[in-house]
């Protein structure tokens, strides 16, 4: 159970390095498999290169080897993502996580050559990520699977298409040692059913302990007690992507006191109504 981290930010708008130390040492406590860190749910988009390199800095330092680091450094201009990797200090990162270039929209085989040429040009262990309702182009398995037999350290794919035949595919075909990661929390039960490994969760960030124990459960084929622990979940699910991500973890971390309720624009925090649902099932269930 990866999480994929969130940006806290000050009333001033600046980077809350003190809430993200915390938060990281949440995540230390509740046992936290690895961390995702500048990926979508951390608002890199509107991010500056000083700070996702302090953001960087901070969470490295603070999880001092303990648990893997994947770092989201994808693009959507592969020479720009390549000097990223040749030229930043990677030190303390275990792995990066490479997003399908977004709104130039590439064929199959520019995503192939895309990833290919990324893959190449770093020692480091890749792992893709789908997610076409951001990007705007869905990478096929045959394509997944093509990059995983043709690139060696590319190890994994996030996926976040929600088309379950598709996953299914890269399942059946993979390389050995290729694995398959859920990007979807509400799906990542019935995909553990299937044959994922894992997943980069998003309410992971409010939930760790409880959260990792659900897959952890259906991993060792416990499905009637992970099933339980999915069901507590589900109002939630909805409530994370009402209004967009991060929308939603930002308000339950808020409610939670974990971090203030502060985006970055054009994200803006979530509407009175959808917090007050929020908060209408914190009251009602009692998480751990």
Same mark, same amino acid.
């Given at each position: 159970m990866g999480v994929a981290l969130v940006t806290p930010f000050c009333a001033d708008g600046s980077v809350d390095m003190?809430?993200?130390?915390?938060?990281?040492?949440?995540h230390l406590k509740e046992k936290t498999d690895f961390l995702c860190v500048l990926?979508?749910?951390?608002?890199?988009? *509107?991010?500056?290169?000083?700070e996702k390199r302090e953001i960087l800095k901070t969470v490295v330092e603070r999880v001092?080897?303990?648990?893997?680091?994947?770092?989201?450094?994808?693009?959507?201009?592969?020479?720009?993502?390549?000097? /990223?990797l040749?030229?930043?200090?990677?030190?303390?990162?275990?792995?990066?996580?490479?997003?399908?270039? /977004?709104?130039?929209?590439?064929?199959?085989?520019?995503?192939?050559?895309?990833?290919?040429?990324?893959?190449?040009?770093?020692?480091?262990?890749?792992?893709? /990520?789908?997610v076409p309702g951001r990007t705007?182009?869905?990478?096929?398995? *045959?394509?997944?699977?093509?990059?995983?037999?043709d690139c060696p350290n590319v190890v994994a794919i996030k996926e976040a298409s929600g088309k379950i035949s598709q996953i299914e595919d890269i399942l059946n075909g993979a390389p050995e040692g290729f694995e398959v990661l859920s990007g979807?929390?509400?799906i990542t039960l019935e995909l553990l059913t299937v044959g994922v490994s894992g997943v980069i969760s998003v309410i992971g960030n409010a939930y760790p302990f409880r959260f990792g124990e659900m897959v952890h459960?259906?991993?060792?084929?416990?499905?009637?007690?992970?099933?339980?622990?999915?069901?507590?979940?589900?109002?939630?699910?909805?409530?994370?992507?009402?209004?967009?991500?991060?929308?939603?973890?930002?308000?339950?971390?808020a409610e939670l006191g974990v971090c203030a309720n502060y985006l970055r624009l054009p994200l803006v925090p979530a509407s009175v109504f959808l917090q007050e649902r929020i908060r209408g099932v914190l009251e009602q269930t009692a998480f751990e």
């Open positions: 003190e809430s993200l130390s915390l938060l990281v040492d949440k990926g979508t749910t951390a608002e890199t988009p *509107c991010l500056s290169i000083e001092k080897g303990r648990i893997p680091v994947l770092l989201g450094c994808g693009g959507n201009n592969t020479r720009e993502v390549l000097h /990223y040749q030229n930043e200090n990677l030190a303390g990162v275990d792995g990066v996580l490479i997003v399908t270039p /977004y709104y130039n929209k590439p064929s199959q085989e520019g995503l192939y050559r895309h990833f290919k040429t990324i893959a190449s040009a770093t020692s480091l262990p890749v792992v893709l /990520y789908n705007g182009v869905n990478m096929e398995a *045959c394509t997944t699977l093509r990059i995983a037999a979807d929390d509400a459960m259906a991993m060792n084929g416990r499905f009637s007690e992970a099933l339980r622990m999915h069901r507590s979940f589900s109002e939630l699910y909805k409530f994370m992507t009402a209004e967009g991500n991060p929308v939603g973890i930002k308000g339950l971390l």
